[in-house]
């Protein structure tokens, strides 16, 4: 599986926009760029995912590299309530296991 | 609503005496399966389950069981715990569709083994 590479933490203030880097440089063209949150004391979630195109839902948005080597998860409007451990995480549809492989994440802290 | 339940929250158990975690999800996902969260490695994958009576072993399985007799239900068993064994333990499910691209967690389960 190819590895993600994140910064282990992050700042950011409360009402600003905030960009998780990730970087992937083995990303193969089948794998899908996906994103999880885990908030303290709860499981992960699902934020957003892509595959070449950026990406917008209500939670996120997913800007991704012309060449797939790196994405960036950006918060347009961080709350105290984003403060969470971010998990850039490939996958590779078709595979039996449906496995995410969570890697250390960014802990994101959110100043009010 | 959509949910993925644990039961139980939080366990102490002393070594060797068996225990079931439950979890359950009403959205009538074919894949479960089970994670261990530890510090420094993250979340691991114990067991998996793509349907009713189909179960196989993620990366982690040793002293861990599963069984999977009805799709709502996933239960880990835990036959002798060990004090290794203590962890934060989440159950996940999703639908097995090619297209599918959410995993639903649970809220986890904190398990000390003494």
């Known amino acids: 599986d190819a590895k993600t590479t994140q910064p282990n933490s992050m700042e950011s203030n409360e009402e600003e926009p905030v960009h998780l880097p990730c970087n992937h440089s083995?990303?193969?063209?089948?794998?899908?760029i996906h994103w999880y949150r885990q908030l303290p004391s709860q499981g992960p979630e699902y934020v957003i995912h892509?595959?070449?195109s950026n990406v917008n839902n209500r939670m996120a948005s997913l800007a991704i590299a012309e060449d797939r080597k790196s994405s960036t998860l950006i918060l347009h409007r961080a709350t105290l309530r984003d403060a969470a451990v971010y998990y850039c995480?490939?996958?590779?549809?078709?595979?039996?296991?449906?496995?995410?492989?969570f890697g250390t994440g960014t802990l994101l802290a959110v100043q009010p | 609503e959509a949910q993925v339940t644990q039961n139980p929250r939080y366990l102490i158990t002393v070594t060797g005496k068996k225990l079931t975690v439950t979890c359950s999800q009403n959205?009538?996902?074919?894949?479960m399966s089970w994670y261990r969260q530890d510090p420094g490695l993250g979340l691991r994958q114990i067991y998996y389950?793509?349907?009713?009576?189909?179960?196989d072993k993620g990366d982690v399985p040793e002293g861990y069981k599963v069984s999977r007799k009805e799709k709502r239900n996933f239960p880990l068993i835990l036959e002798s715990p060990s004090p290794n064994q203590t962890s934060l333990y989440f159950c996940?499910?999703?639908?097995?569709?090619?297209?599918?691209?959410?995993?639903?967690f649970g809220p986890g389960t904190r398990l000390t083994v003494t």
């Open positions: 996940a499910s999703s639908s097995h569709r090619e297209t599918s691209y959410e995993q639903y």
């Open positions: 083995t990303i193969s063209g089948t794998d899908y």
């Open positions: 892509g595959l070449t």
């Open positions: 995480i490939l996958r590779r549809y078709g595979g039996a296991t449906n496995k995410l492989i």
């Open positions: 959205m009538n996902h074919e894949y």
């Open positions: 389950s793509m349907n009713v009576e189909v179960t």
